[in-house]
């Protein structure tokens, strides 16, 4: 089946360091990338996507290059803020199969100090 | 462009009542989904609708229904509540078309259901 598997966390970075949350994936055919944050008491928001390989997503800093050859697309920022604190969830979504359908990685969670 | 809406935001419940949430898409979207969070399960899908017609399942259990609205406007239910159902229920909308066309879903801020 389809499935996302996320680095564990938390994540703890002083404010300034490089970031990367690495995210890998398992699905049949080619399946459209996401990465989403979630902050806290909130619901999710769209950081980031790419739909075909060698794709790159980027959006406030953040980028991810989706990987067909090691099925990965990892989150990476160069320089960290407090701000940027949350939950970081990976999914992938097959498109063309007739039906909206997420599927999500377990989450990582960032902490970012001043 | 407003973005989803969910109400209510937060809801406490006893065993064995029934709730009911609801969402509304962002405008021209006609694709609702809706998903279960949970500490234990993480983010787990329950069910889509488009056009009224529901065109996937998650796997619950029968408790958990929905429907959409000719105005796209969504809501799910559940009957007979659990502690387990205790959970963050996201509700998210596409411009998904006919014909099994699939788009980026946005998410609203979330119903926090509380089964005590």
């Known amino acids: 089946g389809n499935s996302v598997t996320q680095m564990e966390g938390p994540v703890t970075l002083s404010e300034e360091a490089f970031l990367t949350i690495n995210c890998t994936y398992t699905?049949?055919?080619?399946?459209?990338l996401f990465w989403y944050v979630q902050y806290p008491g909130e619901g999710l928001q769209l950081l980031l996507k790419?739909?075909?390989?060698?794709d790159k997503g980027s959006n406030k800093g953040f980028e991810a290059t989706y990987r067909k050859e090691t099925t990965s697309f990892h989150l990476e920022k160069g320089s960290v803020q407090v701000s940027d604190s949350a939950v970081y969830f990976c999914?992938?979504?097959?498109?063309?199969?007739?039906?909206?359908?997420?599927?999500f990685g377990t989450g990582t969670r960032l902490l970012v100090s001043p | 462009k407003a973005g989803v809406t969910q109400t209510p935001r937060y809801l406490i419940k006893t065993r064995g009542q029934q709730v009911t949430l609801s969402c509304s898409p962002i405008?021209?979207?006609?694709?609702v989904s809706w998903y279960q969070q949970t500490p234990g399960q993480g983010l787990q899908f329950l069910f889509e609708?488009?056009?009224?017609?529901?065109?996937n399942k998650g796997n619950f259990p029968g408790r958990f229904s929905g429907r959409q609205f000719s105005n796209s406007r969504s809501e799910m239910n559940v009957s007979t509540l659990e502690l387990g159902d205790s959970a963050l229920y996201l509700c998210?909308?596409?411009?998904?078309?006919?014909?099994?066309?699939?788009?980026?879903?946005?998410f609203g801020p979330g119903t926090r259901l509380t089964v005590l």
């Open positions: 998210a909308s596409s411009l998904a078309s006919a014909g099994g066309g699939t788009d980026t879903q946005y």
């Open positions: 699905a049949t055919g080619y399946p459209s």
């Open positions: 790419a739909t075909k390989a060698d």
């Open positions: 999914a992938l979504e097959r498109p063309h199969t007739g039906f909206q359908k997420l599927v």
């Open positions: 405008s021209g979207h006609r694709s």
């Open positions: 609708y488009f056009s009224e017609t529901q065109r």
